[in-house]
């Protein structure tokens, strides 16, 4: 039997600054960044702090094949 690595699953933990519907604005703060990197996250793999700009449902947007609505069910 062997041995696993410790999980380093962690949710994204963030406050929403601004949000109008279609965008958002979150920011994540420095002791948040900490407690990811502690809890063996790479760099890489976290946001650093600050604020981050996100546009809701772009990837439908982008792909209007995909919206279930325009589907008709086998």
């Known amino acids: 039997m062997s041995e696993q690595e410790p ?7 963030f406050s929403v600054i601004e ?3 279609e965008n958002v604005t ?4 420095e002791k948040d ?4 990197l502690a809890a063996g996250i790479d760099e ?3 946001l650093k702090p600050g604020r981050y700009k996100m546009k ?3 990837f439908l947007a982008r792909h209007p ?3 279930l609505k325009d589907k008709k069910r086998a």
Do not use: N
């Open 7 to 13: 999980s380093t699953y962690r949710p994204l933990v």
């Open 19 to 21: 949000d109008d519907g």
């Open 26 to 29: 979150i920011k994540i703060s």
């Open 33 to 36: 960044y900490q407690r990811d």
């Open 44 to 46: 890489e793999d976290t």
């Open 56 to 58: 809701r449902g772009g």
């Open 65 to 67: 094949e995909l919206k």
